[in-house]
Protein backbone atom coordinates (compact mmCIF):
# COMPACT_ATOMS: atom_id res chain seq x y z
CA UNK A 1 0.00 0.00 0.00
CA UNK A 2 3.14 2.23 0.83
CA UNK A 3 4.38 2.20 -2.92
CA UNK A 4 0.81 3.07 -4.06
CA UNK A 5 0.81 6.35 -1.81
CA UNK A 6 4.22 7.34 -3.51
CA UNK A 7 3.50 6.82 -6.43
CA UNK A 8 0.37 8.66 -6.63
CA UNK A 9 1.64 11.74 -4.25
CA UNK A 10 4.33 11.77 -6.88
CA UNK A 11 2.06 12.17 -9.48
CA UNK A 12 0.01 14.81 -7.80
CA UNK A 13 3.03 16.69 -7.47
CA UNK A 14 4.35 16.34 -10.71
CA UNK A 15 0.76 17.48 -12.09
CA UNK A 16 1.02 20.62 -10.05
CA UNK A 17 4.57 21.48 -11.03
CA UNK A 18 3.83 21.29 -14.68
CA UNK A 19 0.35 23.12 -14.28
CA UNK A 20 2.66 25.68 -12.66
CA UNK A 21 5.73 25.65 -15.31
CA UNK A 22 3.48 26.28 -18.24
CA UNK A 23 2.07 29.83 -19.34
CA UNK A 24 -1.53 29.86 -20.50
CA UNK A 25 -0.96 31.05 -23.80
CA UNK A 26 1.38 28.22 -24.92
CA UNK A 27 -1.73 25.81 -25.43
CA UNK A 28 -3.80 28.12 -26.97
CA UNK A 29 -4.36 28.49 -30.70
CA UNK A 30 -3.22 31.72 -31.87
CA UNK A 31 -4.93 33.61 -34.56
CA UNK A 32 -4.42 37.54 -35.16
CA UNK A 33 -8.09 39.52 -34.97
CA UNK A 34 -8.94 41.92 -37.64
CA UNK A 35 -9.98 45.20 -36.20
CA UNK A 36 -13.75 45.73 -38.27
CA UNK A 37 -15.85 43.06 -39.64
CA UNK A 38 -15.02 41.92 -43.48
CA UNK A 39 -18.36 41.48 -44.89
CA UNK A 40 -19.53 44.64 -43.12
CA UNK A 41 -16.57 46.71 -44.17
CA UNK A 42 -16.50 44.89 -47.96
CA UNK A 43 -20.40 45.96 -48.33
CA UNK A 44 -19.97 49.47 -49.41
CA UNK A 45 -17.73 47.92 -52.37
CA UNK A 46 -20.70 47.21 -54.09
CA UNK A 47 -22.10 48.97 -57.06
CA UNK A 48 -18.31 50.61 -57.42
CA UNK A 49 -16.08 49.65 -60.35
CA UNK A 50 -13.39 47.53 -60.75
CA UNK A 51 -10.37 50.46 -60.89
CA UNK A 52 -11.89 52.36 -58.01
CA UNK A 53 -11.95 48.84 -56.13
CA UNK A 54 -8.65 48.10 -56.63
CA UNK A 55 -7.22 51.33 -55.82
CA UNK A 56 -9.41 51.90 -52.50
CA UNK A 57 -9.20 48.62 -51.07
CA UNK A 58 -6.35 47.66 -48.73
CA UNK A 59 -7.21 45.00 -46.93
CA UNK A 60 -3.37 45.07 -45.48
CA UNK A 61 -4.44 48.38 -43.71
CA UNK A 62 -7.40 46.72 -41.76
CA UNK A 63 -5.33 44.06 -40.16
CA UNK A 64 -5.77 41.04 -43.04
CA UNK A 65 -2.77 39.07 -44.38
CA UNK A 66 -3.37 38.96 -48.75
CA UNK A 67 -1.50 36.75 -50.70
CA UNK A 68 -0.25 38.64 -54.09
CA UNK A 69 -1.99 40.95 -56.18
CA UNK A 70 -5.67 40.51 -56.59
CA UNK A 71 -7.20 39.17 -59.60
CA UNK A 72 -9.24 39.99 -61.89
CA UNK A 73 -11.02 38.24 -64.92
CA UNK A 74 -13.83 39.51 -66.74
CA UNK A 75 -16.85 38.05 -64.27
CA UNK A 76 -14.68 38.51 -61.35
CA UNK A 77 -12.29 40.41 -58.94
CA UNK A 78 -10.72 37.95 -56.62
CA UNK A 79 -8.36 38.31 -53.45
CA UNK A 80 -6.90 35.47 -51.07
CA UNK A 81 -6.41 36.10 -47.36
CA UNK A 82 -4.39 34.59 -45.31
CA UNK A 83 -5.72 33.10 -41.82
CA UNK A 84 -2.25 31.95 -39.88
CA UNK A 85 -3.17 29.80 -36.44
CA UNK A 86 -0.99 27.54 -34.56
CA UNK A 87 -2.49 24.25 -33.43
CA UNK A 88 -1.37 22.85 -30.24
CA UNK A 89 -0.08 19.27 -30.41
CA UNK A 90 -0.49 16.76 -27.54
CA UNK A 91 1.67 16.16 -24.46
CA UNK A 92 3.21 13.09 -24.78
CA UNK A 93 1.45 10.26 -22.40
CA UNK A 94 3.86 8.32 -19.94
CA UNK A 95 4.20 4.73 -20.40
CA UNK A 96 2.46 2.65 -17.18
CA UNK A 97 5.72 0.68 -16.81
CA UNK A 98 8.39 3.86 -16.50
CA UNK A 99 9.21 5.02 -13.32
CA UNK A 100 7.78 7.04 -10.65
CA UNK A 101 8.91 10.27 -11.14
CA UNK A 102 9.98 10.51 -14.75
CA UNK A 103 9.64 13.51 -16.61
CA UNK A 104 8.43 13.55 -20.25
CA UNK A 105 10.79 15.63 -22.91
CA UNK A 106 9.24 17.39 -25.54
CA UNK A 107 11.27 16.27 -28.54
CA UNK A 108 9.19 18.51 -31.20
CA UNK A 109 7.60 21.61 -31.91
CA UNK A 110 4.54 22.16 -29.27
CA UNK A 111 2.45 23.09 -31.99
CA UNK A 112 1.23 22.99 -35.77
CA UNK A 113 1.86 26.05 -38.20
CA UNK A 114 -1.35 26.38 -40.38
CA UNK A 115 -2.16 28.93 -43.06
CA UNK A 116 -5.79 28.72 -43.52
CA UNK A 117 -7.42 30.59 -47.14
CA UNK A 118 -10.22 32.95 -47.56
CA UNK A 119 -11.38 34.20 -51.42
CA UNK A 120 -12.97 37.13 -51.34
CA UNK A 121 -14.83 37.29 -54.91
CA UNK A 122 -16.60 40.59 -56.64
CA UNK A 123 -19.07 39.17 -58.69
CA UNK A 124 -18.65 41.91 -61.78
CA UNK A 125 -20.76 42.98 -64.40
CA UNK A 126 -19.58 45.29 -66.92
CA UNK A 127 -16.86 45.69 -64.66
CA UNK A 128 -19.05 46.86 -61.59
CA UNK A 129 -19.25 44.84 -58.45
CA UNK A 130 -22.43 43.08 -58.00
CA UNK A 131 -22.03 41.01 -54.94
CA UNK A 132 -19.44 39.09 -52.76
CA UNK A 133 -18.66 35.75 -52.43
CA UNK A 134 -16.94 34.22 -50.05
CA UNK A 135 -15.15 30.60 -50.31
CA UNK A 136 -12.85 28.69 -47.85
CA UNK A 137 -12.31 27.47 -44.22
CA UNK A 138 -11.11 30.88 -42.86
CA UNK A 139 -13.76 32.61 -44.29
CA UNK A 140 -15.77 31.53 -41.22
CA UNK A 141 -14.59 33.57 -38.48
CA UNK A 142 -15.42 36.85 -40.62
Sequence with gaps: MKPFIVSFFSSI?????????SSPMQ??????????????YLEHYIGQDVSSIRRELD???????????PIQTPNQLSYTIVRRIQIPTPM???????????????????FYDVQLECQVHFLLKDNIA???QYRGKACKGY
Design 13 to 21: CFLLLQACS
Design 27 to 40: HQTVVSPAKIALPD
Design 59 to 69: LRQLGYETLGA
Design 92 to 110: PTMRSDSSVGAIPIPTHTP
Design 130 to 132: QSI
